[in-house]
Each structure stands twice: as structure tokens, then as C-alpha cells.
T-cell receptor, first 111, second 113 residues
Framework: RKEVEQDPGPFNVPEGATVAFNCTYSNSASQSFFWYRQDCRKEPKLLMSVYSSGNEDGRFTAQLNRASQYISLLIRDSKLSDSATYLCAVNGHNQGGKLIFGQGTELSVKP | GAGVSQSPRYKVAKRGQDVALRCDPISGHVSLFWYQQALGQGPEFLTYFQNEAQLDKSGLPSDRFFAERPEGSVSTLKIQRTQQEDSAVYLC???????????FGQGTRLTVV
């Protein structure tokens, strides 16, 4: 079983839809959590960090559930430009910033 | 430039050939990471440097893989006797401090034929 797991998708949604991704992690010592966005043939870029209390950045909301060991990303009013692969990543205590990534979830927003 | 720079962007190697991949981190960034990303997968951790010290190499898949950062800035990932399963994108990331964001380079796409 992989340490961080995501549904690879693809998620095909119409413009304006709300879409949610989940990511589960197996290491209960994980301390930091992130969502990255990766466009085709490009490098991953940080979308947002995920805080225990949940956090929002415009149309994007991230949540952390430590008890069930999952993080989520909600995208509201999706745009064509949101089409990309969304990677969740976790970092454990005393791991020096090493990130463990999930497989990524592919999102395709259609007109 | 202001970002993480990797070279070459593309590399085709014959099976059995040695390759060297270069990473120029953001100036002043202490931490440097190497990841391997296979098609359709997320990045997999290979190794981590803090300045010139290699603190974690637990992700290197075999002793054919070797990384160095002798002066604490530029890093080189070397793969000896390349195999077809080494074909992947090799990503480098750097970070300035413990709680700061890691920035990725555009990667080197290695194809072993």
C-alpha cells in the first residue's frame, strides 16, 4: 500500500462545477500537508498548504482530517484553466522537508 | 535566473550508458531535493541535501544512482549503466528554510533506449 493515495481520475466536469478530491495518508506522524498543481509536461507548483483548521484561497478550499488521515481539496466554480493534475503531498516530523506525493488526480474542465 | 534550473531538459541514453543530470537551485537555498517522476505517477523522493551534506538518500533505487552537491549549491545526479526502467522525469527542488515553500525545476526527461 502506498504511503499517500489518490484517485487518479480523470475527473471530467463542466465549467462552473464544484469538484472535490480526497487524498489519504498512512503515516500518522505526518505533520505538513500540501496540494500541488502540475500542468502537462511542467513541474509541480504549490497550490496551497493545508492547515488543521482548514483554509480557503479564492475558489479553493483545503481540509485536513487527522483522525481519518485524509486531506481534501474543493474547487468551486471550476474554470477551463483549472484543468491539470492535482498532487497531494505530506511531510513527516524530522524528515527534513522531504515530501511524499500521491499519484495525482487528473482534472479536465470542459466548456 | 530566479528559479531552479535543470539541464539538460531532455536526454536520450542508450542502455548501459552513464548520464549526469544537473540542478542549479535558487541562490541561497540550503535544501535541495531530487525526485523521480514516472509517467502517470507522482514524484518519488530520491535524495535530500542540506548545504553539501547528503542527509537522506533512502529513495535512491539502486547503487547505480549517485548524487552530489560538493559546494552546497549546484547538484548532480548521476546514473550509471542506465536501464530502461530509469526512463522518467527527474525533478530537482530547492527550499530556503524549514518552513518555506519548495520550488521545483522543470525537470530532465530521461529516455533510455
Amino acid at each position: 500500500r502506498k504511503e499517500v493515495e489518490q484517485d487518479p481520475g480523470p475527473f471530467n466536469v463542466p465549467e462552473g462545477a464544484t469538484v472535490a478530491f480526497n487524498c489519504t495518508y498512512s503515516n500518522s506522524a505526518s505533520q505538513s500537508f500540501f496540494w500541488y498543481r502540475q500542468d502537462c509536461r511542467k513541474e509541480p507548483k504549490l497550490l496551497m498548504s493545508v492547515y488543521s483548521s482548514g483554509n480557503e484561497d479564492g475558489r479553493f478550499t483545503a481540509q485536513l482530517n487527522r483522525a481519518s488521515q485524509y486531506i481534501s481539496l474543493l474547487i468551486r466554480d471550476s474554470k477551463l484553466s483549472d484543468s491539470a493534475t492535482y498532487l497531494c503531498a505530506v511531510n513527516g516530523h524530522n524528515q527534513g522537508g522531504k515530501l511524499i506525493f500521491g499519484q495525482g488526480t487528473e482534472l479536465s474542465v470542459k466548456p | 535566473g530566479a528559479g531552479v534550473s535543470q539541464s539538460p531538459r531532455y536526454k536520450v541514453a542508450k542502455r548501459g550508458q552513464d548520464v549526469a543530470l544537473r540542478c542549479d537551485p535558487i541562490s541561497g537555498h540550503v535544501s535541495l531535493f531530487w525526485y523521480q517522476q514516472a509517467l502517470g505517477q507522482g514524484p518519488e523522493f530520491l535524495t535530500y541535501f542540506q548545504n553539501e551534506a547528503q542527509l537522506d538518500k533512502s529513495g535512491l533505487p539502486s547503487d547505480r544512482f549517485f548524487a552530489e552537491r560538493p559546494e552546497g549549491s549546484v547538484s548532480t545526479l548521476k546514473i550509471q549503466r542506465t536501464q530502461q526502467e530509469d526512463s522518467a522525469v527527474y525533478l530537482c527542488a530547492s527550499r530556503g528554510g524549514t518552513l518555506t515553500e519548495a520550488f521545483f525545476g522543470q525537470g530532465t526527461r530521461l529516455t533510455v533506449v
